[in-house]
């Protein structure tokens, strides 16, 4: 099967290195890749990265973002599967993927986004406590960072709405 993969980067991460280890594993296992760069300063790097089996080229980006300017743009990709790798949700555009979808058969992108920030450090810990009956209640408490407990909410310094302590006989 002939594979072509999609990028659109100048720098060299995560997401390029997992394009190339993908293009190594298709190659092995018997497909024709080929490495469509959008941004010509990544092609030495994944010249570098890949074996010689695999190539890379340069598609230019058409002067106007638009379906019919894609089309022109991808003519000459002559694959039967693509893999559009985005970095960023800046990475291409809809008019691209629509041309995608058109023109291939087979079509895939792959979205390795950065993550949303993270929120401030907790720990939840299970408090164990008898009931007046004698039987065992778990109370469910949180830990917040030095830095946040202004912002305490709840009983004992919880920062979300503690669960019903559960009764275990």
């Not at 980067?9 to 080929?34: F, I, V």
């Not at 694959?79 to 555009?93: I, Q």
């Not at 907790?122 to 946040?148: W, Y």
Request: a positive charge; hydrophobic letters at 40%; one cysteine or more.
């Amino acid at each position: 099967m002939r594979i072509a993969i999609l990028t659109d980067t100048s720098l060299w991460g995560g997401l390029e290195t997992h394009a190339a280890a993908l293009a190594q594993t298709l190659d092995r296992a018997g497909h024709r890749l080929t490495i469509y760069c959008l941004d010509a300063r990544s092609l030495p790097l994944f010249r570098k990265a890949v074996p010689q089996t695999i190539d890379v080229a340069e598609l230019k980006k058409p002067a106007r973002d638009g379906f019919l300017a894609w089309m022109g743009a991808l003519s000459d990709v002559d694959a039967d599967a693509v893999l559009l790798e985005k970095g960023t949700l800046n990475t291409g555009s809809f008019a691209l993927d629509c041309a995608l979808r058109f023109k291939f058969r087979r079509y895939v992108t792959y979205q390795q986004l950065e993550p949303p920030k993270l929120p401030p450090k907790s720990r939840c810990f299970i408090d164990p406590k008898k009931s007046e009956d004698g039987r065992a209640v778990s109370s469910f408490r949180f830990q917040v960072s030095r830095k946040n407990k202004s912002n305490r909410k709840g009983h004992e310094g919880c920062t979300k709405a503690c669960p019903k302590p559960m009764l275990f006989p």
